[in-house]
């Protein structure tokens, strides 16, 4: 059966922050992600975990400078140091909250780079990355890497499969894993059964939205429930990660979920 999880940045945004794990779990959710925790202390996190009965399933490093634009440090050269501090800080919060996975966000390319800086980015993001996989490891955590399009994240580092694919081949680490965002592949890619299948074993977590608006996963292009029923077919035993923007009150926009337990 799939396992469905609230993303808690998009969902639910018709309540404060501390009060969507309840709507979540009135909803039927059983696992929520979010983009970031640093604003809250991992006390009071846990705190609303254990009264919902929820799973914390995922959430991101630091990201730098967030409002700045910047969209992570992992391919950052110069920001090491940074990029190091952030990994002991979101480890911290993941033991606090029982969190099996952290996603290190690569960051952005300079306008107009050319081969050499992007092969100074990959250099940096390949040592940043042995670096989590290393300190993660000790603590029995995942550190996943997603491909993220690039219209809605003009110039990110990371943004096809094949590239993501190549950094875990070039690691070897085996609590490196594939953050596979279906809709970030269809925009980019397209052919998403065919990408599963391929990837499959390199997967530690999905996410899903609508496409191209990045909304409901029942409006738009894409066939979720034959994308659903392959990956139970395949044995997929993770989390799915709802994260798209609501068209209209969260909710109400559930019906999508009544066969995998949501309630509108």
């Known amino acids: 059966m799939i396992r469905l999880a609230a993303n808690l940045s998009m969902l639910f945004n018709e309540h404060d922050f501390m009060d969507r794990f309840s709507a979540a779990a009135d909803a039927g959710f059983k696992g929520v992600e979010y983009l970031f925790p640093y604003a809250y202390s991992a006390e009071e996190l846990r705190q609303a975990l254990d ?144 990408h599963l299948e391929h990837q499959f074993s390199a997967i530690g977590h999905i996410q899903v939205a609508g496409a191209p608006e990045r909304h409901e996963p029942d409006v738009g292009e894409v066939n979720y429930p034959a994308l659903f029923t392959r990956l139970e077919a395949l044995g997929y035993s993770g989390w799915v990660g709802c994260e798209y923007r609501p068209a209209g009150d969260t909710r109400q926009g559930l019906g999508w979920g009544r066969h995998y337990g949501l309630r509108t």
């Open 51 to 194: 009264e919902t009965h929820l799973t914390q399933v995922l959430f991101n490093l630091p990201p730098g400078d967030w409002d700045a634009g910047e969209r992570g440090l992992a391919s950052l050269p110069g920001r090491e140091a940074e990029f190091r501090d952030s990994v002991i800080e979101a480890l911290r919060y993941a033991e606090m909250l029982n969190c099996p996975h952290v996603h290190a966000m690569a960051g952005l390319l300079p306008e107009g780079s050319d081969a050499t800086t992007q092969a100074d980015h990959q250099a940096t993001y390949l040592r940043n990355l042995r670096y989590a996989t290393t300190e993660a490891a000790k603590l029995g955590k995942d550190i996943l890497i997603e491909p993220i399009n690039t219209r809605d994240m003009p110039h990110y580092f990371l943004s096809r499969q094949a590239q993501a694919m190549a950094v875990l081949k070039a690691l070897g680490a085996s609590n490196l894993k594939l953050q596979f965002d279906l809709y970030h592949c269809q925009i980019m890619e397209g052919d998403l059964i065919r």
